[in-house]
T-cell receptor, first 116, second 107 residues
Framework: EVQLVESGGNLTQPGGSLRLSCEAS????????MSWVRQAPGKGLEWVAI????????YYADSVKGRFTISRDNSKNTLYLQMSGLRDEDTAIYYC?????????WGQGALITVSS | IVLTQSPGTLSVSPGERATLSCRAS???????LAWHQQRPGQAPRLLIY???KRATGIPDRFSGSGSGTDFTLTISSLEPEDVAFYYC?????????FGQGTKLEIK
């Protein structure tokens, strides 16, 4: 069974930093590109970042470029999203998902709240 | 590519058919369109990919169709557990884009 389990969600102040993790199991993690998608409260879905199966290349939405970094540790079957310079508008549930075309499996999400 | 879903909210009686629309601002080549379901308080899950292929474990009451710029998700006989938001997503280029969603309610 494919499982994606996010962790690291928290409350932080504007300008702060956080790192999300997504532990994958039930499939060959090293064979798949991965994505982070977020959903602001009461809003729709926004693709945030993409990483290839090897770690290069990566893609970022304009809204997070220069502030967020996606990475992966294939030896630990884990995907990461390092977030810095956080803004109020980054408040959202962050989902990791398998794939970069159609998103075949989703994690349960991690809540990031940015507020002073 | 901008995806526009309609209606914004759809109310359907149990056992009736639900038809959800997704219109693209440009041609979605090769039928690279997916549908995701998000039940209240849950993560999204993939229902349909490549316009009409059901994802693993998805009941056959869900079907997708369309081509070019117009796509449809049909639920043939609505069940109470189908209450959810439904999002279309195009992936002709990576990353793709999502529609704004249709809220499906039980009448």
């Amino acid at each position: 069974e494919v499982q994606l389990v996010e962790s690291g969600g928290n409350l932080t102040q504007p300008g702060g930093s956080l790192r999300l993790s997504c532990e994958a199991s039930g499939f060959s993690f090293t064979s798949y590109a991965m994505s982070w998608v977020r959903q602001a409260p009461g809003k729709g879905l926004e693709w945030v970042a993409i990483i290839s199966y090897s770690g290069i290349p990566t893609y970022y939405a304009d809204s997070v470029k220069g502030r967020f970094t996606i990475s992966r540790d294939n030896s630990k079957n884990t995907l990461y999203l390092q977030m810095s310079g956080l803004r109020d508008e980054d408040t959202a549930i962050y989902y990791c998902a398998r794939g970069t075309w159609f998103l075949e499996y989703w994690g349960q999400g991690a809540l990031i709240t940015v507020s002073s | 590519i901008v995806l526009t879903q309609s209606p914004g909210t759809l109310s359907v009686s149990p056992g009736e058919r639900a038809t959800l629309s997704c219109r693209a601002s440009q041609m979605v080549g090769s039928g690279y369109l997916a549908w995701h379901q998000q039940r209240p308080g849950q993560a999204p899950r993939l229902l349909i990919y490549d316009t009409s292929k059901r994802a693993t474990g998805i009941p056959d009451r869900f079907s997708g169709s369309g081509s070019g710029t117009d796509f449809t998700l049909t639920i043939s006989s609505l069940e109470p557990e189908d209450v959810a938001f439904y999002y279309c997503q195009q992936y002709i280029n990576s990353p793709g884009t999502f529609g704004q969603g249709t809220k499906l309610e039980i009448k």
